[in-house]
């Protein structure tokens, strides 16, 4: 446990890359893990002298690692879209810190929750990147998991806004900037940020219908209790799902638009496998803003050190896909290694830790019947016509 000072005020957190909290521990969740490899992966990845790097959701966890990986690289600029916090303005200056006078480090407000704000963000974004010839990387990395069946000022479920619809909207208000980075210097990437949780149960709802329409809060099954966390059937994880496999689904889409349009822009997705961050931490939520017990979590803990890694190590999928030098658009890149524990309440199939590889390349399964739902042409259509309408 480390404690840190930010505005007079002290904060404790588990070790750096967590979110510093008001109390007397950090959450039960947040579990320090040994790193396999993110130093060996961030080494791999060519210079990003001249590059400028966009990431959503810098305060901790993977978008924070892949920011730090950024700086490490030289990154001629980082550019972190947060809400205004306590955690961001750390974050502004550890990642500042880490980078030096090489990379100028600048925090950009976009609450994903608000369409108006992500497109003060994106004017904001589009006015940063001029002056460095372009956006190099858009890396749609903030999420939330599994919380309360509310919707946001614009009408949408929270988890669908924050996770795709939002990204969906950036993406495409900031698009001018990557083309202009790819137009000058050869390429340039956007990508989207998924889970696991994309294999799991749709439940009765169809992909890409209801749950990217505005509709009451409480109308998307609910909240499923304080058992929730080991009911992955349960609404509160399929509204996750929805947003997740929306991620890949959306990125598979976006790749054929570019593809076909002749462009430069990569788009690519990866998923962090079961990382040991801070975003269990306001998980699988009871009611508004209430998380389930860490006390209820903590019989848990176990199970997250023998299947997940650390934050560093979840954040490598999503490094290799902005920065690695073997990304081509249409790549989704995972954790290798499977875990399925009897008597656990974890899916067959998921990846939950090991070194990242690609489990799509150039828009298409390594292996037949895998990724199924994120490259299916029907998912595809309806996806990118149902995101169009919510952010139009």
């Known amino acids: 446990m480390a404690t840190v000072e930010i505005d007079g005020e002290t904060y404790v957190r588990a070790a750096p890359g967590f979110s510093p909290v008001k109390a007397k521990k950090p959450h039960v969740a947040e579990i320090v893990m040994k790193n396999k490899y993110f130093e060996e992966v961030v080494q791999s990845c060519p210079s990003l002298t001249d590059k400028c790097v966009a990431i959503t959701g810098t305060t901790s966890g993977t978008g924070y690692w892949a920011a730090m990986a950024a700086v490490q690289k030289g990154a001629k600029a980082v550019l972190l879209l947060n809400r205004q916090s306590h955690r961001s303005k750390l974050a502004n200056d550890e990642i500042t810190a880490a980078g030096g006078?090489?990379?100028?480090?600048?925090?950009?407000?976009?609450?994903?929750?608000?369409?108006?704000?992500?497109?003060?963000?994106?004017?904001?974004?589009?006015?940063?990147a001029t002056q460095y010839g372009g956006l190099d990387v858009l890396a749609c990395n903030a999420g939330v998991m599994s919380v309360a069946d509310e919707r946001t000022a614009d009408g949408f479920d929270v988890q669908m806004q924050v996770n795709h619809l939002s990204h969906a909207l950036l993406t495409k208000l900031v698009m001018p900037s990557l083309e202009q980075a790819a137009a000058s210097r050869g390429e340039a990437r956007v990508c989207m940020h998924s889970s696991g949780a994309r294999f799991l149960p749709l439940g009765k709802e169809k992909f890409a219908t209801k749950h990217m329409t505005?509709?009451?809060a409480g109308s998307l099954g609910g909240n499923s209790g304080a058992f929730t966390m080991m009911n992955f059937a349960g609404a509160t994880t399929v509204r996750y799902t929805h947003s997740k496999l929306a991620n890949t689904v959306y990125a598979m889409a976006l790749h054929d638009q570019l593809t076909t349009a002749g462009s430069k822009v990569k788009s690519l997705a990866?998923?962090?496998?079961?990382?040991?961050?801070?975003?269990?931490?306001?998980?699988?939520?009871?009611k508004p803003g209430k998380p389930v017990s860490q006390m209820l979590m903590g019989p848990f803990k176990p199970m997250l050190k023998m299947l997940g890694q650390s934050g560093p190590d979840g954040a490598c999928p999503l490094i290799l896909a902005c920065f690695g030098s073997e990304a081509h658009?249409?790549?989704?890149?995972?954790?290798?290694?499977?875990?399925?524990?009897?008597?656990?309440?974890?899916?067959?199939?998921?990846?939950?830790?090991g070194a990242p590889m690609k489990t799509i390349l150039a828009g298409l399964p390594f292996k037949p019947g895998k990724e199924a739902r994120s490259v299916n042409a029907e998912l595809k259509a309806r996806c990118l016509a149902a995101t169009e309408a919510a952010i139009a």
């Not at 006078?101 to 940063?128: I, Y």
């Not at 990382?275 to 998980?283: F, I, K, M």
């Open 270 to 286: 990866a998923e962090p496998g079961l990382a040991t961050t801070s975003l269990a931490g306001n998980g699988w939520q009871t």
């Open 214 to 216: 505005r509709c009451p």
């Open 329 to 353: 658009s249409g790549d989704l890149y995972c954790p290798s290694k499977k875990y399925t524990v009897p008597s656990m309440p974890m899916p067959t199939g998921m990846y939950t830790k």
């Open 101 to 128: 006078k090489a990379t100028a480090v600048t925090t950009v407000e976009c609450d994903l929750m608000s369409f108006e704000s992500v497109k003060t963000a994106a004017e904001q974004l589009n006015g940063l």
